[in-house]
């Protein structure tokens, strides 16, 4: 399926917001394992391809191990994680889903038991980023890269989905693959 809008290219400046919270959420204190699931986990609930096949490639080269990326959308049930990050999977879910349970008070008890204050401040800027980004990629139907740096289409123009070009450019100040 092809991109239904190159936003890159008609409005470069319109994501500059979105990449200052890159910037503060990759410079924080949070390890990298630990954002890359949480960014899966928001990504896997809000069903975006892009974000996924994105973030599955940095959780690896992150170090997360395999049998956590193979268990993550079923995390609860799972004993190959964290008290830590079950308190961070616990407040993904809860923000990404805020208007189902309004964030209550047992996750906030959880989250604060593994967290700093300034490490949920954190937490939940980089949540409110993955939301974000994975609501324009749906939106606007950007299709994943499958590792592949896409170079951007003139404006107005659509991809056929399979062409060696598939999506527009994430904005240059995202971190590299």
């Known amino acids: 399926m092809p991109a239904r809008i190159q936003y890159d290219v008609i409005a470069p400046d319109s994501t500059k917001g979105l990449t200052e919270l890159v910037r503060f959420v990759r410079s924080g204190t949070l ?10 986990r928001a990504s896997q609930i809000n069903g975006c391809a892009y974000c996924l096949d994105l973030h599955f490639r940095r959780a690896r080269k992150a170090g997360v191990p395999e049998s956590q990326l193979d268990t993550l959308a079923a995390w609860s049930e799972s004993p190959g994680f964290s008290e830590r990050e079950r308190a961070a999977l616990t ?15 047992s996750t906030w008890d959880a989250v604060r038991t593994q967290f700093t204050e300034r490490e949920i401040v954190e937490l939940s800027i980089a949540i409110v980023e993955i939301n974000a980004w994975n609501r324009l990629m749906i939106a606007f ?17 659509s991809v056929p989905v399979g062409s060696a070009v598939t999506a527009p450019n994430v904005p240059s100040t995202r971190l590299p693959e």
Do not use: I, K, N, Q
């Open 31 to 40: 390890p990298p394992p630990l954002l890359e699931l949480v960014m899966l």
């Open 91 to 105: 407040w993904t879910e809860s923000l990404t889903l805020v208007s189902s349970d309004h964030v209550p008070d």
């Open 141 to 157: 139907r950007t299709p994943p890269t499958f590792g592949v740096r896409p170079t951007t289409p003139a404006a107005g123009t």
